[in-house]
């Protein structure tokens, strides 16, 4: 799966903007988080994969800068210390965590969305958890 990050100054219907651009797209979002570091706004979206491109350069255009990456979903079991598993593996393979999001929880799991450094090499150290 792939995320697309939007870097932009902090204002007031920041938000409202970069949701509208892809609502009258019709570009359902999965996952979202925002935070303001300093001036400036970090908007994280997951949307409909076969969507992503399109989501993009609609942003692009609308003059935001968008950065694309490999998003990986993995299935965690809905309790304490199960993230830490993921971590340790993630750790002791030289591989830095760029980002983490807990998407849903339902029934006992917990899909979580994770940006690493390596996401190729990810794929058969996590394989349990996809």
């Not at 949307?47 to 609308?62: C, D, F, N, P």
């Not at 950065?67 to 598993?85: A, F, H, M, Q, Y």
């Not at 799991?109 to 390596?118: G, H, Q, Y």
Request: a positive charge; one cysteine or more; aromatic letters at 2%.
């Amino acid at each position: 799966m792939e995320s697309l990050t939007v870097i932009a100054p902090d204002r007031i219907g920041l938000l409202l903007e970069v949701t509208e651009v892809l609502g009258k797209l019709k570009i359902n979002i999965e996952s979202i988080s925002m935070e303001v570091v300093g001036r400036k706004a970090v908007i994280r979206l997951i949307v409909e994969k076969a969507r992503i491109r399109q989501a993009r350069e609609a942003l692009v255009k609308r003059g935001f800068k968008v950065v694309e990456s490999d998003t990986i979903i993995l299935k965690l079991k809905d309790r304490p210390g199960e993230l830490s598993k993921v971590a340790k593996i993630l750790s002791d393979a030289g591989i830095n965590t760029e980002n983490v999001q807990i998407v849903d929880k339902h029934g006992g799991e917990t899909l979580c969305a994770i940006r690493v450094s390596k996401s190729k090499k990810v794929g058969n150290l996590l394989k349990d958890y996809m």
